[in-house]
């Protein structure tokens, strides 16, 4: 049976979230760790949420909204929710066959690079190869080349939790007791479906904050500043919809100029994926909101 399948807001009025409900991918810019700071920026009652750079979803998965749109451009990382949503047993038994060895992980790996191959794949099958590699490789970094081929390297990690089945299995059921769409599509069609008095995070690819410190690997293509310039269009004109929301990014001095009307936090958050360990710091990020403390 379907758990809470209560109106997930904040505020009184509800039942308890699941705790298990959590990211089962580890994504660039992840947000668990800057939860504490977020969710009490967050509005107070939340009836209908949406999140167009859903990436590994922490926010979400913290909220547990009952009605919400989720999207990521990241076809197969949508597919990978979309099977949690509709086959979790078939993905728990797919994850259990892989094994932890560099001869096997690039042999998965490199599926990609026969087109036809890779398209052969189930949609079960295309779901256990991303979430093995993301568990195997190293530190976790879903990376792709221009051709979109999967190319971070193996982690060598001793005993990886590639069948993480009990989170799988809420995040399931979480999915399946609320009203929850998924799209694969650019932010700002997703933005569109959003009715007035709903709520958006947006977590974006960041503004860099150095010539070399840009990392767009996680989709070919990539997310420079005239993308930057047209989600904030996007959220001038969900201000002027009615819709509230909340935007993530670096501390540059061009975001915090390009969003100098709204609410803007500096907030410290740590690099939690780096080659040098001396590269993982804490640095400035900043929330950005067009409403203010409720």
């Known amino acids: 049976m379907p758990q809470n399948k209560s109106d997930f807001t904040r505020g009184g009025g509800r039942t308890a979230k699941s705790r298990l409900v959590s990211p089962v ?4 810019g992840g947000k668990r760790q800057l939860l504490e700071v977020i969710t009490p920026l967050l509005p107070r009652r939340i009836t209908s949420y949406c999140e167009p750079f859903l990436g590994g979803g922490a926010v979400l ?9 989720i999207g990521d451009l990241n076809a197969d990382l949508m597919t990978v929710y979309e099977v949690i949503r509709d086959d979790a047993g078939a993905l728990i038994e797919s994850l259990k066959k892989h094994e932890n060895t560099p001869e096997y992980f690039y042999a998965i790996r490199d599926i990609d690079r026969d087109k036809e191959r890779y398209r ?7 779901a256990s190869r991303l979430l093995y590699l993301n568990k195997t490789c190293f530190n976790g970094l879903f990376r792709v080349n221009s ?5 971070s390297p193996f982690g060598y990690y001793k005993n990886p939790n590639i069948v993480n089945e009990p989170v ?12 929850i769409a998924f799209y694969s599509e650019d932010f700002a069609l997703t933005l569109e479906r959003v009715k007035k008095g709903g ?3 947006l977590d974006p690819p960041y503004d860099p904050v150095s010539d070399t410190a840009s990392f767009t690997g996680y989709n070919k ?3 420079g500043r005239d993308e930057q310039i047209r989600l904030k269009q996007c959220c001038d004109e969900m201000t002027r919809r009615g819709i509230k929301f909340m935007l993530s990014n670096s501390a540059t001095d061009f975001i915090k100029d390009l969003y100098r009307e709204y609410h803007i936090t500096i907030v410290k958050a740590r690099r939690a994926i780096n080659a040098d ?7 400035d990020e900043v929330l950005i909101r067009n409403y203010g403390a409720e």
């Open 147 to 151: 051709a979109g081929e999967f190319n």
């Open 25 to 28: 991918v580890k994504w660039v």
């Open 61 to 69: 998965f913290s909220v547990q909204p009952r009605r919400a749109i």
């Open 199 to 201: 709520f958006a995070y």
């Open 120 to 126: 052969a794949l189930s949609k079960v099958e295309r």
């Open 277 to 283: 360990a001396k590269g993982r710091g804490a640095i």
């Open 221 to 223: 293509g990539g997310f």
């Open 168 to 179: 799988i299995r809420a995040v399931s059921r979480y999915f399946n007791a609320g009203d």
